[in-house]
């Protein structure tokens, strides 16, 4: 059984940056497709981002492009989630979740139902 642990959310001002975790204490990640989603409040969870088990390729939602950066760390037991330039409506519960992606090349959607492992989600808060 997978766990996945996330954390470093927080309360940030408009136009801040932050760095979130998303942490195995046992196994590995590497044949794992990594996705992150986000739940604001009101609204239903979405998908922001997914990096594809062994290439470690990146995919985005349109709506947070270009201030979004997923990654893997060499140890295999991270995936962090990079927010730069924060604002009001990226206020929401992140969580990260995985899905096996075996020994094949394939690449990782954003759809919260081909997820099997999720964690229990960290705050994000961005106010002035």
């Known amino acids: 059984q997978l766990q996945l642990v996330e954390s470093g959310g927080g309360l940030v001002q408009p136009g801040g940056s932050l760095r979130l975790t998303c942490a195995v204490s046992?196994?590995?990640?590497?044949?794992?497709?990594v996705g992150w989603f986000r739940q604001a409040p009101g609204k239903e969870r979405e998908g922001v981002s997914c990096?594809?088990?062994?290439?470690?390729?990146?995919v985005y939602a349109d709506s947070v492009k270009d201030r979004f950066t997923i990654s893997r760390d060499t140890t295999g037991t991270t995936v962090y989630l990079e927010i730069d330039n924060l604002r009001p409506e990226d206020t929401a519960v992140y969580y990260c979740a995985a899905e096996w992606g075996g020994g094949i090349h394939s690449e990782c959607t954003l759809a919260q139902t081909t997820y099997d492992y999720w964690g229990q989600g960290t705050q994000v808060t961005v106010s002035p």
């Open positions: 990096t594809a088990s062994l290439t470690g390729s990146a």
């Open positions: 046992q196994g590995s990640l590497h044949y794992y497709h």
